[in-house]
T-cell receptor
């Protein structure tokens, strides 16, 4: 079974709709992240959370919100979807080890906003 | 302003030969560097890392070289195998910073030809 799961895997929505992408993990990690990947731009950080009560904005948080419902669950919401939010979205977890961290990514959600 | 750049969007290599993927960075505060590998429909997976106190790190067929003066790192895969066909991302973070400070390159698509 996958350690980091994302639902849905694919989603098509219309401009102005509110949608939620969900992430669950069984790794027991406190730290969770949401990234988006666009062609030619690599991965960019949207939000991150170090525990249930700690939520932080990343590089590109405008137009997004998150909810950390439990240690294992971290959801990303698009309040009013727009076409330039069409992208591949990844959730990740990590645990610091000796000052270094390795991230574990989910399989991604492909979102198309029409 | 792209702080981590992978200037080759794609690379094609014959099976059994050496694959060399390159990555350049501009931020002199970066001291920890990672390579991730991504297959289609999957999330990135950690491959190998190097800290700035080293100039080389090996793990089986994979070797990462770091040239701090040139702000350049490279990933060597020897010998290349068909299963190595994937997108490779390099990433960098400043000293003693968590994964939330990781900056990713755009990725290089490696194709290994039989």
């Amino acid at each position: 079974d996958a350690d980091v799961t994302q639902t849905p895997r694919n989603r098509i929505t219309k401009t102005g709709k509110r949608i939620m992408l969900e992430c669950s993990q069984t790794k027991g990690h406190d730290r969770m992240y949401w990234y988006r990947q666009d062609p030619g731009l690599g991965l960019r950080l949207i939000y991150y959370s170090f525990d249930v009560k700690d939520i932080n904005k990343g590089e590109i948080s405008d137009g997004y919100s998150v909810s950390r419902q439990a240690q294992a669950k971290f959801s990303l919401s698009l309040e009013s979807a727009i076409p330039n939010q069409t992208a591949l979205y990844f959730c990740a977890t990590s645990v610091p080890t000796g000052g270094r961290e390795t991230q574990y990514f989910g399989p991604g959600t492909r979102l198309l906003v029409l | 302003d792209q702080q981590v750049k992978q200037n080759s969007p794609s690379l094609s290599v014959q099976e059994g030969r050496i694959s060399i993927l390159n990555c350049d960075y501009t931020n002199s505060m970066f001291d920890y560097f990672l390579w991730y590998k991504k297959y289609p429909a999957e999330g990135p997976t950690f491959l190998i890392s190097i800290s700035s106190i080293k100039d080389k790190n090996e793990d089986g067929r994979f070797t990462v070289f770091l040239n701090k003066s040139a702000k350049h790192l490279s990933l060597h895969i020897v010998p290349s195998q068909p299963g190595d066909s994937a997108v490779y991302f390099c990433a960098a973070s400043p000293i003693n910073q968590g994964a939330q400070k990781l900056v990713f390159g755009q990725g290089t698509r490696l194709t290994i030809n039989p």
